[in-house]
């Protein structure tokens, strides 16, 4: 927890990320203050979809699994790969994406840090935007409170608590949050 935080913005890190799994990312997102209810079905959607994907691919041990393939399948999963990433430049490059930021979520909410820029507007209701995935530019919106704002050192941070999730959804992000964690400790074991 940053010490130049004022007492909102630590209040709001313990609310959204004490006992809870929470993981630190840079992914593209953003929030758009405002009225909206999100699409709570298309996030689930989403996050099922990927955590299949994902699943199937066997992220830890991707290489080994591979071997254990027949080769024709692990070419078609390589080309698989390949498309995938061709057609999220494409998307990228035709549409005006999020910029990766500098981010703490868990199921309970986000904390974005935000680029140079005028003060975030410390009240209100929004939609935070999230690209879950690095290799697929489709992205969760879900409705969120603005709980904190904070300046200090040039940067600035913004707390978002969202509403309250449908169960469904709740637990595919614990999901995807599992998967992620799980992730960045393999990566420290490297």
């Given at each position: 927890?940053?010490?130049?935080?004022?007492?909102?913005?630590?209040?709001?890190?313990?609310?959204?990320?004490?006992?809870t799994l929470a993981c630190d990312a840079i992914l593209p997102a953003g929030f758009v203050p405002g009225p909206g209810t999100g699409q709570p079905h298309e996030a689930e959607a989403?996050?099922?979809?990927?955590?299949?994907?994902?699943?199937?691919?066997?992220?830890?041990?991707?290489?080994?699994?591979r071997g254990e393939l027949p080769q024709l399948a692990q070419r078609m999963d390589a080309k698989l790969d390949l498309v995938l990433a061709l057609l999220g430049r494409l998307v990228r490059q035709s549409s005006p994406g999020l910029p990766a930021l500098p981010l703490r979520w868990s199921v309970h909410g986000v904390r974005l840090e935000?680029?140079?820029?005028?003060e975030p507007d410390g009240h209100g209701h929004g939609l935070v935007r999230l690209q879950p995935s690095e290799w697929l530019?489709?992205?969760?919106?879900?409705?969120?409170?603005?709980?904190?704002?904070?300046?200090?050192?040039g940067r600035r941070w913004l707390w978002l608590r969202f509403a309250d999730l449908p169960p469904?959804?709740?637990?595919?992000?614990e999901r995807q949050l599992f998967r992620m964690h799980r992730r960045e400790v393999a990566a420290r074991r490297r």
């Open positions: 927890m940053n010490a130049h935080w004022p007492a909102p913005a630590r209040a709001a890190e313990t609310a959204l990320f004490d006992d989403l996050l099922r979809s990927l955590a299949q994907v994902e699943d199937l691919r066997g992220e830890d041990g991707a290489e080994e699994k935000l680029p140079a820029g005028p530019p489709d992205s969760l919106e879900l409705p969120a409170t603005v709980l904190a704002t904070a300046s200090a050192e469904g959804l709740e637990d595919a992000l």
